[in-house]
């Protein structure tokens, strides 16, 4: 039983991490919550659970389905229509990547006093560190508190774990 998700990796993608790091919902081909199917391509989805329904194409964009097994894991008498319904109001269940939403917070990362996010000429990904010295100049990655004043490179090499795309590799 585990919580997983696979994603497709495009031939423009730098490293594994780039369709968490920047995928969209088209990117998503399953996720497993508790070992059980919970979103993902419909036909994957289909050959795992019967019991799941295909979004409409307006909310997906894509062929995805999404299985409610919590709601049904605790027996009550609530269906995908129910969910829908209840939901009306809220965010929509995906979006399209150019879609604006009202009231979104601002997805431009930033920490007081360190970075704003915003991209410089200095600064290519707005992490507060100049290209000059940035071990992954145009890939957010800014210093973090558990990084000891420095940005990630766990094997060394001098390339940023954020666009390394073997950032586990030690030694070769």
Do not use: H, W
């Amino acid at each position: 039983m585990a919580d997983i998700t696979i994603n497709k990796i495009a031939n423009n993608d730098v490293s594994y991490f780039d369709p968490f790091i920047s995928g969209t919902t088209q990117k998503v081909s399953l996720v497993l919550r508790g070992g059980l199917p919970m979103y993902g391509d419909t036909t994957l989805i289909n050959s795992l659970a019967s019991d799941c329904n295909v979004l409409p194409y307006e909310q997906s964009y894509s062929d995805k389905s999404v299985c409610l097994n919590e709601i049904k894991q605790k027996n009550l008498d609530f269906d995908f229509n129910d969910f829908v319904t209840v939901n009306a109001s809220s965010y929509p269940l995906t979006f399209k990547t150019n879609d604006t939403i009202q009231d979104e917070p601002t997805c431009i990362p930033s920490r007081y006093k360190e970075y704003s996010g915003q991209r410089l000429s200095n600064d290519n990904d707005g992490d507060g560190i100049s290209n000059d010295t940035d071990n992954c100049k145009d890939v957010f990655n800014p210093i973090r508190p558990m990084d000891n004043g420095k940005q990630a490179d766990y094997d060394n090499d001098g390339i940023g774990d954020a666009c390394d795309p073997n950032p586990l590799k030690v030694n070769g």
